[in-house]
């Protein structure tokens, strides 16, 4: 079965060879007849990829006959070209439906096979008129023209599987450099806070015990352990967060996972009444406890970022994407459905100057006085988001509200 994105795309191919028109305007000068097309054929679709038009035939570029009224599908399962000169006296298709459904007399029709020999469409052309088809000349000429667009067909998936690589490295070298930023920064600062306090307290209790100052040792032996507790905390963090790889890709339904976090975190939603409001989301190729962790944080933060005086409402809705829309965000996801999800609160809201930092490991809103999270939330997030080849987005103002994009395959390659 091919999806609509994939056979707009091959229509859309054989559009981009440059001499279709050149083609069809040979084989109507050649025969003498007077509407040729290249259509893509499938198990249950006919449409025209591209056509002239001399007889007012009435079919456009894109215009689609049922599979059953044609001899092409009889072409696809055979494999083989069909020409009839007159169909009065041909003793094949004299009684065969196709004639009579379209009036044409005159009819030829080429397989055309991709290099991998997958049977891709037919070059054909009909007219109500008789002609002269079974010859050489004739013949070898569609042999020649079906050759050159299995050939530019081929060359066209070639330059974009090329494209696509490219931007796929580029995409993953973005990602990996992005990491490594994170973990210089970590290294040089997030991790360097806690190793200063311990030093710091540690120089400071031996002073204590020098001086016997029981109470002060016993103090600052708390805050030796907290702030070793929170090192430990951190590198478990960063371990948990290099190990987020990609596992078993299943069927996942997210209706399903989202109400489940709502339930791990029902006693959060009841403290502050939040009201959470979920359209229908379609079922998508996943991993599971990814995607539970990525909503379990989303929500999470929408209730410790809800304003006190207002009721926090959260709403989530999805769509998938149409071909044009996915393109413009994803480059290289061509013959694969996207979905997207808007997850939108009426929180607080985060700072222009702040967006760019929010999917940092460790980073936190200098507003967030808290303190109650580590700042690993939005991190997890894009990490699974990348993990499934998506990508997320946030808009916010501060005192506004936020909203968050997210892009995600709906099946794998």
Not at 91 to 102: D, L
Not at 117 to 122: A, I, L, P
Not at 213 to 242: G, H, P, R, V, W
Not at 312 to 320: G, L
Request: glycine letters at 4%; proline letters at 4%; hydrophobic letters at 40%.
């Amino acid at each position: 079965m091919y999806s609509d994105n994939s056979l707009s795309r091959d229509i859309e191919n054989v559009r981009q060879i440059p001499i279709v028109s050149t083609m069809l305007e040979v084989v109507c000068r050649t025969t003498g007849m007077g509407f040729a097309a290249i259509a893509r054929v499938t198990q249950d679709r006919w449409i025209a990829c591209t056509v002239r038009d001399e007889i007012s035939f009435g079919l456009e570029p894109g215009g689609e006959l049922p599979i059953e009224t044609t001899i092409c599908n009889e072409i696809r399962d055979a494999q083989q070209a069909v020409i009839i000169n007159d169909v009065a006296v041909d003793p094949t298709y004299v009684n065969h439906h196709t004639p009579r459904i379209y009036g044409f007399k005159s009819y030829i029709s080429v397989p055309i096979f991709l290099k991998n020999g997958d049977f891709f469409g037919t070059l054909c052309a009909i007219d109500p008129n008789p002609a002269d088809l079974n010859n050489a000349k004739t013949i070898g000429m569609f042999k020649l023209f079906t050759d050159l667009i299995s050939f530019h067909l081929h060359s066209i998936e070639v330059i974009e599987k090329s494209n696509e690589t490219i931007l796929d490295m580029n995409r993953q070298l973005t990602e990996s450099r992005d990491e490594n930023r994170q973990y210089q920064h970590i290294s040089s600062h997030n991790l360097q806070e806690p190793l200063r306090k311990i030093r710091m307290f540690s120089s400071m209790l031996i002073d204590a015990a020098e001086a016997k100052d029981t109470e002060k040792a016993k103090y600052l032996s708390l805050k030796i352990n907290a702030s070793a507790q929170k090192f430990s905390m951190m590198i478990k963090d960063l371990s948990d967060f290099s190990e987020l790889k990609d596992t078993s890709f299943e069927p996942v339904d997210l209706n399903k996972i989202i109400s489940d976090v709502c339930v791990q975190l029902k006693s959060e939603l009841e403290e502050k009444s939040v009201e959470i409001s979920v359209t229908q989301i379609p079922v998508i190729q996943a991993v599971p406890f990814q995607m539970e962790q990525l909503f379990y944080h989303l929500i999470h933060n929408s209730i410790k970022f809800a304003k006190k005086d207002d009721t926090p409402i959260i709403d989530i809705q999805a769509k998938v994407l149409s071909r044009e829309e996915i393109l413009k965000v994803i480059p290289t996801a061509r013959g694969i459905e996207f979905m997207e999800i808007l997850m939108e609160d009426n929180g607080i809201g985060i700072e222009k100057s702040q967006l760019e930092n929010i999917f940092d490991m460790f980073s936190q809103l200098p507003y967030d006085k808290t303190q109650k999270g580590r700042g690993i939330g939005l991190s997890y997030c894009r990490k699974i988001i990348r993990n499934h080849n998506g990508i997320i987005t946030a808009q916010s103002e501060s005192g506004k509200g936020t909203r968050l994009r997210i892009i995600l395959p709906m099946s794998r390659n």
